[in-house]
């Protein structure tokens, strides 16, 4: 009997000590090991998915976020288009009714980029959104994806970008057609944009297509094409942006890398169509390549487009800032757009003619000597406070980063 109670006592132990031992494998497994799948972005998304902290997923073709979906982006996450899908384009769109919340922090960014590390490795991000824009109809498609965007609701929210940082974007569809950084297309105000930079991308940096969004803390850096873009009857508040351009030496020819700073339209086929683009923005350091052959100039208004810009900083583009079409230029002579406390260190020019004599308005001058540290940290005494205005912070000095509060440090690239 004895021999038998220690037999069993035996049996006991070594079935515990195995299924201990199975237990704790299977669950080292489960904690360590995710689904391959589970790192994927492709297809379609029409419910909540998390993108947990840390993790690198693989963007395969063009992600859609539809209707009634969420993708959520917690802070150092890491998205890789990986361009497997041949003469495709890997892309993230938020269509209308979706949201995307990427909340990186400051020292946990959220990076979207390539695994082919050049611009036009693939195609950034796109948000479609409800709220006006001046297209007939008030509708339109977006460039990438045929989403629809446009509407009547102008506080409609996409939901948030914030410490995100967008990488090597500008895939060429065709030989006219390249995608932004980031498209925003007829995004409401309810959205929220702030801390996101564009970098290295071979179109624009950042494009808004009509609508009302506001967006905080942006950074362009060596966009080959526009560094900032409007058009469509974009009516949004921005301040503290920065425009980097490649600083690569001019060729011999004096051609550069990158065109306009910011390149502004109301609609390029129709200069009167309504609700006129009509931003106001201050705190701008615009730091151009010195392209001397066909890029030359800085802030081009045009096609219409009204604006109200304060408090900035223009260098490296022989021309600081041109107007043209004779609608763009009377909104300036009628009041309606105003440019104030802008120093440039060039000249500005007025393509149809106007006699606008922006170089005597308030705070205003040109053929400055204006110095940078790292690029683009430094500010210049003096300039409007705007802060009246909720949106605005109190920022009485022209240009967007002061030596003492380097906001871009620790999340950008360089």
């Known amino acids: ?22 237990g704790c494998s299977d669950n080292d497994k489960n904690d360590d090991t995710p689904d391959p799948s589970e790192l994927e972005l492709k297809g379609t998304l029409t419910s909540d998915r998390t993108l ?52 990186g922090t400051k020292d946990k960014p959220i990076v979207m980029t390539s695994t082919q590390e050049t611009p036009g490795a693939w195609g ?14 008030g509708t339109g498609k977006s460039e990438i994806g045929d989403a629809p965007f446009g509407g009547t609701d102008p506080a409609d929210n996409s939901g948030v970008l914030r410490y995100v940082r967008l990488e090597y974007t500008g895939f ?19 959205t929220t944009i702030e801390y996101v930079q564009t970098y290295k991308g071979a179109d624009d940096g950042f494009e808004w297509f009509g609508g009302t969004v506001n967006a905080k803390y942006l950074v362009s850096t060596a966009s080959e094409d526009d560094s900032f873009d409007w058009t469509d009857g974009w009516i949004g508040k921005g301040q503290f942006w920065v425009a980097y351009q490649d600083q690569t030496a001019p060729k011999a020819d004096g051609s550069a890398n990158g065109d306009c700073l910011i390149e502004a339209d109301n609609r390029e086929d129709n200069f009167k169509n309504t609700p006129v683009s009509y931003p106001t923005l201050a705190n701008l350091t615009l730091v151009g390549n010195n392209d001397t052959k066909d890029q030359k100039r800085g802030i081009r208004l045009r096609a219409g487009t009204q604006v109200k810009m304060y408090n900035v900083l223009v260098t490296g583009k022989p021309s600081s800032l041109t107007t043209a079409t004779a609608e763009t230029e009377q909104s300036f002579l009628d009041g309606k757009s105003i440019v104030e406390y ?38 210049v005494a003096g300039g409007k406070d705007l802060s009246s205005d909720s949106f605005f912070t109190k920022a009485e000095y022209k240009g967007a980063v002061p030596a003492n509060n380097d906001w871009t440090a620790g999340w950008t690239k360089r």
């Open 172 to 190: 060429a569809f065709s030989a006219t057609k390249e995608s932004n950084g980031l498209t925003m297309y007829g995004v409401g105000n309810g």
């Open 342 to 379: 802008l120093y440039a260190d060039k000249v500005f020019k007025y393509e149809n003619n106007g006699v606008l004599d922006l170089e005597s308005k308030t705070g205003n001058a040109i053929n400055q000597t204006i110095t940078f540290t790292n690029g683009y940290i430094g500010t």
């Open 124 to 137: 950034g991000v796109h948000i479609c959104g409800k709220a006006p824009i001046n297209l007939t109809g």
């Open 1 to 22: 009997m004895k021999k038998n109670l220690l037999k069993l006592g035996f049996y006991a132990l070594t079935i515990f000590s195995i299924a201990t031992f199975v």
């Open 52 to 103: 947990k902290a840390g993790n690198t997923y693989s963007l395969i073709g063009g992600y859609q976020v539809k209707n009634g979906g969420r993708l959520i982006i917690e802070e150092g996450v890491t998205i890789k288009a990986t361009r497997t899908i041949d003469g495709q384009p890997d892309y993230i769109i938020i269509e209308q009714g979706g949201k995307i919340m990427a909340n």
